[in-house]
Structures are given as structure tokens and as C-alpha cells.
Nanobody, 121 residues
Framework: QVQLVESGGGLVQPGGSLRLSCAASGSIFGINDMEWYRQAPGKQRELVAAISSGGGTNYADSVKGRFTISRDNAKNTVYLQMNSLKPDDTAVYYC???????????????WGQGTQVTVSS
């Protein structure tokens, strides 16, 4: 069974940095796009950053120049380096990925359980 497990969230002061990690585990044949979303209280979930299997990236305008998404294909892991954090970045951050398990070789969309990021002084 495929699982995505995030880590690295926490409390940080404005202007600080955090690095989120999300590791995919299970019997995995392949992984296409990997993405980070976030959801703040009372708001809809939004796409923060995405990275293709080839390393192409996309970012929400609100995080461009501050956040960097990367992946380690050998470890089936995606990262989100967050710098110059602002209180508006406070949210639960979720990773998601398009994964094909060996059970059927078909790509399915999986979600992690989420990790809280709080930016506050």
C-alpha cells in the first residue's frame, strides 16, 4: 500500500525558514508529478508548488522567490524549502503525488496526512 508521510513542520518566527519533507513508501512502480498544497483556516486548499518527474517546477505567485521545491527520485521524496516565512504562510501543508504501484501499474493520486506550519512571533 502506498503512503505519503510529511515531516518538518513547526513554529517559526517571521523571516525564518523551514524545510518540509514528504516520503512515498510502499510498492512503487513510478512517480510522476509531486506537489505541495496548503490550507489555512477558513480558506480553500491551494497549490503551493509542483515538480515533474523531470525536475520542471511551478510555484504559486505568493511563494515565488521564497520557496523551493525539489525531489530525490532515488528516495521517492519531495522537499519544500521555505525561506522568508510570513504569518500568511501559516497553514497545514500537504504533499500529493501521482504514483503507480506495482499492484496495477496505473497512476493514482495520493495525499499525505498534512503537517502544521505556524509563522508567528
Amino acid at each position: 500500500q502506498v503512503q505519503l508521510v510529511e515531516s518538518g513542520g513547526g513554529l517559526v518566527q517571521p523571516g525564518g525558514s523551514l524545510r518540509l519533507s514528504c516520503a512515498a513508501s510502499g510498492s512503487i512502480f513510478g512517480i510522476n508529478d509531486m506537489e505541495w498544497y496548503r490550507q489555512a483556516p477558513g480558506k480553500q486548499r491551494e497549490l503551493v508548488a509542483a515538480i515533474s518527474s523531470g525536475g520542471g517546477t511551478n510555484y504559486a505567485d505568493s511563494v515565488k522567490g521564497r520557496f523551493t521545491i525539489s525531489r530525490d527520485n532515488a528516495k521517492n521524496t519531495v522537499y519544500l524549502q521555505m525561506n522568508s516565512l510570513k504569518p500568511d504562510d501559516t497553514a497545514v501543508y500537504y504533499c500529493a503525488a501521482d504514483i503507480a504501484p506495482y499492484s496495477d501499474y496505473r497512476y493514482h493520486y495520493y495525499w499525505g496526512q498534512g503537517t502544521q506550519v505556524t509563522v508567528s512571533s
